[in-house]
């Protein structure tokens, strides 16, 4: 089993930065990629990034450009930094692990609110 934990979501203004961070416990070492989503009001859940454990990144559409994943497995920890923030970024952003067996697991989300 893995546990994740989200910390770093706020109320932000129309420009500005965050730095979510996902920590990971339990059976770690059975991690390998990890992953950012967020689901926005009323909209399905999206992926943003995901990173493996030898560090390649691959970022979908909603990710390129102002978003960066990135990962320390010294720390067990997974960060997105996010820029240039727009209120259309405003939903609740998650990470998730899937391990060697393909199962996946999800944290409880941390809330994101691009707002003046």
């Known amino acids: 089993q893995v546990q994740l934990v989200e910390s770093g979501g706020g109320l932000v203004q129309p420009g500005g930065s965050l730095r979510l961070s996902c920590a990971a416990s339990?059976?770690?070492?059975?991690?390998?990629?990890m992953g950012w989503y967020r689901q926005a009001p009323g909209k399905g859940r999206e992926l943003i990034a995901t990173?493996?454990?030898?560090?390649?990144?691959y970022y979908a559409d909603s990710g390129k450009g102002r978003f960066t994943i990135s990962r320390d497995n010294a720390k067990s920890s997974m960060y997105l930094q996010m820029d240039s923030l727009k209120p259309e970024d405003t939903a609740v952003y998650y990470c998730?692990?899937?391990?060697?067996?393909?199962?996946?697991?999800w944290g409880q989300g941390t809330q994101v609110t691009v707002s003046s």
């Open positions: 339990g059976n770690i070492f059975s991690i390998n990629v």
């Open positions: 990173v493996h454990t030898g560090g390649s990144t």
């Open positions: 998730k692990a899937t391990d060697r067996s393909f199962h996946d697991y």
